[in-house]
């Protein structure tokens, strides 16, 4: 499975980017974001299933917003009146563990794409 990610770029605090991820293959059951800041271990950002159930990071709610086309085998994350604490390269990842707890395992992690932003 490989997952392509695009859409990072530098912006000014308030701004908005809207990062994309394609999965190649079947489609997946949870598709989510990740990122990871300098010097800080990677956190979830956000996620979504199959049937459109999300989960947003306290940090990120009422800003950010996951959507996917399952058709497309794509997810996407619009990133809404970002802050400088936002800086971090964000990765998409597919879960792979059981109903319990989906990110227990990952089944693939896409390269990575840098979102920078400026204060």
């Known amino acids: 499975v490989q997952l392509q990610a695009s859409g990072g770029g530098l912006v000014q605090a308030g701004g908005s980017l809207r990062l994309s991820c394609a999965a190649s293959?079947?489609?997946?059951?949870?598709m989510g974001w990740f990122r990871q800041a300098p010097g800080k271990e990677r956190e979830r950002v956000a996620d979504?299933?199959?049937?459109?159930?999300?989960y947003y990071a306290d940090s990120v709610k009422g800003r950010f917003i996951i959507s996917r086309d399952n058709a497309e085998n794509m997810v996407y994350l619009q990133m809404n009146s970002l802050k400088p604490e936002d800086t971090a390269v964000y990765y998409c990842?597919?879960?792979?563990?059981?109903?319990?707890?989906?990110?227990?395992?990952?089944?693939?992690w896409g390269q990575g794409t840098l979102v920078t932003v400026s204060s």
């Open positions: 293959g079947r489609t997946f059951s949870t």
């Open positions: 979504i299933n199959w049937s459109g159930s999300k």
């Open positions: 990842a597919i879960a792979a563990g059981n109903a319990g707890n989906r990110w227990a395992q990952v089944a693939s």
